[in-house]
Every structure is written in structure tokens, then in C-alpha cells.
């Protein structure tokens, strides 16, 4: 027996009185007054929310958290849609909410325009045993006009009330053996997004790279390539826009990307063209960093108020003013680069470049190879270096050797990254995992030490400018004295990671995988 509700889509127009004659029959039903309702759907940019089971929707001062299907999971009074979820109050919601969204913006997706009917159906003594609505629906985008929206197809929504499970089995069958309705589930948001001209994708910028061991290098290079540009042009409007710290983060990790393979895959290019692309590459990546370090710090910044006693939190708050300041220039400075005659060369070369197709030259060796065997000996040696300078390493090793290690470290997560699909998931799941704890081992031994030089810089620019009360250099002080605590904490882990990523299992896998042998 039926249990829970049902959607039907409509094959053609259907009104509520028609619904109403197809029941009739057999049940008696009561058709209400209709309404209207507008609400506006959000999502992440690389639809978080959809990929977790829900979206969020905003009208009428309601904020709704709902599931794919339309059924409300938790509602809140509010005047608009937050920008992110930690913007929100304490309350379900926000806890439903922010794990998906995390440090995501969000970003309207579509309007919805229904104009609701509701029907009940009603016993002997007129209680009301089952509740149906059609909708009749209109979807645009998030700032047209009403008139422009695009209608799709009616739906009726069977809607159980407690107590009545039979009645409710009977009302749906009897609408499955109408052939006016097709029961199925409906993912209304998906439907609307498209209906208003869009698509919702989610992870539009995970590299799933088609790869072949067995073609030539090269023209799989191109691919690989083909499908980095991509990813880097998607999150492009993002970076100009400056709406979210997340779009200038994927556009460097793929810039990161870029250069990597240029400079990794080696022998697969021109050499002279090897060099004019990462020089340009370099450029741009190098463009990024300002603004992208104030991301970093404001990000981070509610963590390290955290570190501090609490009557001496607020006094980062002009910390705080100085770093949003210096984000709005930085990112004002990296729009003139993103709209610059030299970033629009870079643009069109790039295309050209992995468009063609020609002969490969002598400074091209690897070119025609299999791209399998050019990758595993890529892999492999820098797997090698990894493990031997890593073993070098002890407790009175200078910074520099770390700083180096990580280095070969992001060289190897790379080259893993880019070649996934040449090897068997599951074999080399274990490896990224250890991989993985080791980078973020090395990275948080690097972020303390280059974010205290950075709390320096940044204090020397507030002196200079004048106007920055003691106390907040006193707390910048303390952050510091924190970070360095910090970067021995990450000294202290480091043979332990280590160890993981260089245990014999991992030895004889990399040996294995990548035709390699230990040094």
C-alpha cells in the first residue's frame, strides 16, 4: 500500500476541473481556490546542492530548503536569499545547508512562476482524505520579466494525509491508468534551468579527461589540454565578476594544471613552443596571486579570531577593513589583466596551438610515443625524487628541503591527476590518499611560515598608512606567535606522513603501476 505521495506530469493542458472529472467517478472532490507563487532557485556554481539532494528557494519572504522532488525540508522568515550559507543565522537550516554549500556563493539559477489548484479528495462525512495540486508553471531566467518565461508541461501532486493510506493507493492508480498523466519522477529544478534556456552541471570543472594509453602522446596531450582551457574559461566571468573566492581558486589550480603538464610531459611539444606557453602561463598565474592571497586570508581570517582571547577579538577588525581594501584592488587589478591585449593573445594562441595538427619536430621526441609509456616514466621518476628526497629529510633538515619536497609533491598529485584514467581506480586510491595527507602535511608547514611573513608585510603597510590602533598590531602579533606554533606542529607530523606515503606497499605499487624501479 502506498505510503508516500506521487507526481504525475501532464502529456497534455489540463485544468483543475479536468482533473477533477477524471476523479469524479470514483471519489468526490472538491476543487479549492487557486494561488500564485514565485520562487527563485539557487544553487552553487557547480551545483553543490543538487548533487546533495536539495536546493534553496526564495519568495514570498520565505526561504525554503527543499529536495529535488518540491517537498519543503526547513523554512525561514527572510527578505532575500543569503549570498553564502555562513551568512545565515544558527538554525536547521543553516546546518542543513552549509556542509553542501560550504564557502560557495550562491548564485540564483532560474525563476519559477506556479499557479497552484488545489483539489481534496472527501470521504462520507466530507473529511478531507487526500490533498492533490496542479501546476501550471512558467520558468525564466532569475532577472526577466515575467511575460518571458517558458511554460512546462502541468504537474499534479498527490499529497498523503495521515491516516487515509488506502485512499491515497487508490487516487494514484487511478491517475497511473489515466492516459492523460505519465508517473515519474520529476526533478523540477533541472527542468526549469532548462526550460529557461540553461543547464545545471554538476562539478563542471572535475577533469575526466578521455585517455587512451595506446595514442600518440601528443594528440592526447592536446585533449587533456583542450579540456584544462575549458575548465579555466568556465570560471572565468566568476574571477571578473569577483562574486566568489571559489572561481579565482579553480581558474589557478587549472592555470597550475596548465604549466604542469607543459613542463612535466616533457618531449611531447616544440620546445620552443613548451617555452612561449609556460612564460605566458607563469605570467598569468603569477597575475592571480595578490588577489587570491587576500581570499586566503579573509577566509581564514574568522579562524584565526578564534585563536585569540575573546575581548581581544575585534581588535582585527581594522585588520579585517585593510584586507578587504586590498582585495577590492587586487582584483580591480587583475580585471585590467583579464581584459588586456596580451591575456586575449594568450587566449587565441593557446586555442590555435591545440587546434592544430602537424608533424612533430626533433625537439619533440615523445611526441608520436604512446602516451601510457610517456606517462608512467614521467610518474615514475618524479615519484622517485619525491621518495629519495623525502627520506633525506630530519628533524634538523632546513625549511628550504620542505619547501622543496612540496614541490615534487604538487609535480606528482599532478601527473596523477591529469592520467587517472590510464590507471586501475582502485589501485592507486590508496596511493592519492597518502599522497594527499602528505601535501596538506607540507602545505600547512608551508601556509604558516609564508602567512607570518605575510601578517609582517601587512603590518608595515598599516604603520606606514597610519591611523591603526596598538592593540591591533599586538593582535597581529599574537596571530603569529600562533602560526609559528603552527609550523612546528606540522614539523612534528611530517615522519609520520611520510612514512605513510613511503611504506613498502607503496613502493611495490608505484613500481608496479609505472614500470619503475626504486631507487
Known sequence: MAKQGRIFR?????????????????????VEAARKQDLTYFDTFDARLHADGMTLAHGGGELRLESLDGIALHTLRAKSAPA???????????????????????????????EIHPLRVLDSDDKTVVRLQLEQVRARPPRAAREQGASLPAVVRVLPVKGYERELTNVIEALQQAPEFACERIDDVVAAVAAAGGRLVENPCKLEPEVDPSVPAADAMRRIHRRLFEIMRLNEDGVRAATDSEFLHDYRVTVRRIRSALNQVKGVFAADDVARFATEFKWLAAATGPARDADVFLLKLPDYRATLPEKTRRDLDPLEVFLKKRQRSAYRTLGKVLASERYAQLLA????????????????PNASRPLGAVASERIARIARRVLKRGSAIHDDTPAEALHALRLQCKKLRYLLDLFAGLYDP???AGLLR???????????????????????????EMAKAGATPVETFLAMGRLEDRLQIGQEHARQKFSRRFRQFASPANRRLIRRLFSSEDE
Not at 352 to 357: I, R
Not at 437 to 442: A, R, T, Y
Open 84 to 114: 553564502f550559507a555562513g551568512s545565515l543565522g544558527d538554525g536547521e537550516l543553516r546546518d542543513a545547508l552549509a556542509p553542501a554549500a560550504s564557502i560557495r556563493r550562491l548564485l540564483p539559477l532560474v525563476t519559477v512562476s506556479r
Open 426 to 428: 582502485d589501485a592507486i
Open 434 to 460: 597518502d599522497l594527499k595527507k602528505l601535501q596538506d602535511n607540507l602545505g600547512d608547514f608551508n601556509d604558516c611560515e609564508v602567512q607570518q611573513d605575510t601578517l609582517q608585510s601587512f603590518a608595515t
Open 10 to 30: 501532464a502529456k497534455r493542458p489540463v485544468s483543475a476541473a479536468g482533473v477533477g472529472d477524471l476523479l469524479r467517478p470514483h471519489f468526490r472532490v472538491q
Open 349 to 364: 594562441d593557446w586555442d590555435a596551438f591545440l587546434s592544430q595538427s602537424s608533424e612533430p619536430p626533433e625537439t619533440a
